[in-house]
């Protein structure tokens, strides 16, 4: 089934045509500047990449640029959107209300409406995206696909903050964890690998600008390092990760800042660069480190010991671990990365064969001859999920 993957930013689209059978790309892309003046991006396997300026100045106009480029005769890869079977969104905050993908309806957008305050900043252009669907074609099945998704198996002990109680019953405060779609995906592949044994214990290591850890047993999420939002675990690009509350309320003290002004600070300006003064970006943190930078080598010393402790902890937890995963931009790509979380998880039963690990956005066994604990390079495939899911529950 031929589907169209939709991610909808607050003024970004980014898209993906697929066949949910096999994971074929046939064309893929970004809309960028909606509400200002509208750039496309459009690529073909095995073609030159198009870019357009076109006027966007909403989600409608960036979802017809898409439409009109898929279908035309020099620069598309269809004849009509009728080849188009359903579309498959990603939706980011699902809260307590979606614990699986489902089919978009007048209840389902009511639903998604409600975890706006959940995921103030996704959800409301995940909506932008879903509505500009159905008003271009209305006759084409919506499929919404939840980064909390995969979480949502998680039990009580791990998701329960020790808060008042009364803010989980009336509030729905509690763990939810994100990047759920990678997850899913690559503890089902790391399974695959194992040999598809009955039981299995797996730490997925998602690292990128956004990072997250998971604790996967038998195929279910058991913890996961991000909470209500997405700022929570160890740090990332610009988020800071677990921080010990008290912190806001003395700079808040200090400087004079009100909330809003301190959770750009932990969103924006934290994490790694807020460390290194550098950038968010770990490569120019190894350019840095390389040089001399001190900072830029904390900044990189700190993610490694922190993704290390979430390691540690996740095997603990599930009371051991067959399979460690890394996956995203920086577990797929970064060798030294790998190898350094790695260095010292020899009494997990952990070891890395160092010479397998020289590879980059390949699926691979990089671990030792002997290693008790797996170690997988598994490049995600989040927009293959949704295909997946879409084409089910269209299907049904």
């Known amino acids: 089934m031929k589907i169209l993957i939709i991610n909808a930013g607050s003024s970004s689209l980014k898209y993906q045509f697929m066949e949910s059978e096999g994971g074929q790309v046939f064309a893929k892309g970004l ?36 439409l009109d480029i898929m279908v035309d005769p020099a620069k598309g890869v ?51 995206g879903i509505e500009a669907c ?58 695959d690998m194992l040999g598809n044994p009955e039981h299995s214990k797996v730490i997925c290591c998602h690292l990128g600008n956004g990072s997250s850890l998971s604790a996967v047993v038998d195929g279910k999420c058991a913890d996961t390092t991000m909470g209500l939002g997405p700022l929570a675990g160890f740090p990332m690009g610009t988020r800071s990760g677990d921080v010990d509350a008290t912190i806001l309320e003395y700079l808040m003290g200090r400087y004079g800042y009100d909330i809003k002004e301190m959770l750009n600070i932990l969103n924006k300006k934290s994490g790694v660069l807020g460390i290194s003064g550098v950038s968010s970006d770990f490569r120019d943190l190894d350019d840095a480190a390389a040089k001399g930078n001190e900072r830029a080598q904390l900044a990189l010393d700190k993610f490694i010991y922190e993704v290390k402790k979430f390691i540690g902890a996740y095997a603990s937890a599930m009371g051991g671990v067959d399979a460690i995963v890394f996956t995203a931009g920086i577990g797929e790509n970064s060798v030294e990365m790998r190898e350094q979380i790695c260095q010292g ?52």
Do not use: W
């Open 31 to 66: 809309c960028e500047r909606i509400g200002i003046d509208g750039r496309l991006t459009h690529k073909v396997p095995g073609r030159e990449d198009v870019k357009q300026e076109i006027p966007m100045p909403t989600h409608n106009e960036a979802i017809q640029a898409v």
């Open 78 to 128: 269809i004849a009509s959107t009728d080849e188009i079977a359903a579309v498959g969104h990603r939706v980011l905050h699902g809260g307590m209300a979606f614990t699986q993908s489902c089919i978009i309806d007048d209840a389902c957008i009511e639903a998604i409406k409600k975890c706006i305050p959940l995921g103030p900043l996704h959800n409301p252009a995940n909506l932008m």
């Open 134 to 191: 159905q008003k271009i074609m209305p006759k084409t099945p919506q499929v919404a696909v939840f980064d909390t998704a995969f979480h949502m198996t998680m039990p009580p002990k791990a998701y329960i903050y020790a808060i008042p109680y009364e803010y989980y019953e009336k509030d729905d405060v509690r763990r939810y964890g994100f990047h759920g779609t990678s997850h899913r995906y690559v503890s089902a592949r790391a399974i």
């Open 345 to 396: 998880l020899e009494y997990l039963g952990a070891k890395m064969d160092t010479e397998k690990n020289k590879v980059r956005g390949k699926e691979t066994d990089v671990s030792a001859d002997g290693s008790k604990v797996k170690i997988f390079v598994i490049p995600t495939n989040e927009e293959l999920m949704i295909a997946m899911d879409t084409a089910a529950l269209c299907g049904k």
